[in-house]
Nanobody
Framework: QVQFVESGGGLVQPGGSLRLSCAASERVFSSHGMAWYRQAPGKQRESVAA???????NYAPSVLGRFTISRDNDKNTLYLQMNNLKPEDTAVYYC?????????WGRGTQVTVSS
């Protein structure tokens, strides 16, 4: 049963912007805080941004001031606006609940920052 479908990734130059989207199942989205995660080659998956059911947000220090997480509860969709992208932001980006407990994970969306 598909729970998450991520989209919006691509190839962008350093300093560029992308907006990621995650379409989630209504059952999950309506009852969980949500987060964006990323996994770079050879590295562990890490949380980059989180948003509670009430809209409170939290960011990893590496993306603070550059990324903005938001949610549309009517559309069951999570967003990640990424500005001033850096090569170190290159990774596959995923969405899941705050505790990353929902399975299966989606396929993710590839973000590549390169000149």
């Amino acid at each position: 049963q598909v729970q998450f479908v991520e989209s919006g990734g691509g190839l962008v130059q350093p300093g560029g912007s992308l907006r990621l989207s995650c379409a989630a199942s209504e059952r999950v989205f309506s009852s969980h805080g949500m987060a964006w995660y990323r996994q770079a080659p050879g590295k562990q998956r890490e949380s980059v941004a989180a948003i509670s059911l009430g809209g409170n947000t939290n960011y990893a220090p590496s993306v603070l001031g550059r990324f903005t997480i938001s949610r549309d509860n009517d559309k069951n969709t999570l967003y990640l606006q990424m500005n001033n992208l850096k090569p170190e932001d290159t990774a596959v980006y995923y969405c899941n609940s705050l505790r990353a407990t929902i399975t299966p994970w989606g396929r993710g969306t590839q973000v590549t920052v390169s000149s």
